[in-house]
């Protein structure tokens, strides 16, 4: 069956990285966009980052734009989102989704927390 699994979230100081992976499962990666969310608490969740499928390109919410980086590596099934220069305003629940057409699916999520 379809998966997506997360990881790499933590607890980081403001100004510090974080590298998030999901690996994916059960449908034919490659062929799907894949994107980045994030959920604070009180908040809805949010889009951060999309990565199409081949030929690949990104686009960034504005907030992120600079600091975050998605990429994918079809070869291991996994989508990255490397996180630069953390505020504490990226704190939240970090979830990949996978989409293509009327398909999409969404992992469990990943805690993000920047605080000193």
């Known amino acids: 069956q379809v998966q997506l699994v997360e990881s790499g979230g933590g607890l980081v100081q403001p100004g510090g990285s974080l590298r998030l992976s999901c690996a994916a499962s059960g449908f034919t990666f490659g062929s799907y966009h894949m994107s980045w969310h994030r959920q604070a608490p009180g908040k809805e969740r949010e889009l951060v980052a999309v990565i199409t499928s081949v030929p690949s390109s990104t686009s960034y919410a504005d907030s992120v734009k600079g600091r975050f980086t998605i990429c994918r590596d079809n070869s291991k099934n996994t989508l990255y989102l490397q996180m630069n220069n953390l505020k504490s305003e990226d704190t939240a629940l970090y979830y990949c989704?996978?989409?293509?057409?009327?398909?999409?699916?969404w992992g469990q999520g990943t805690q993000v927390t920047v605080s000193s």
């Open positions: 989704r996978a989409f293509m057409g009327r398909y999409t699916y």
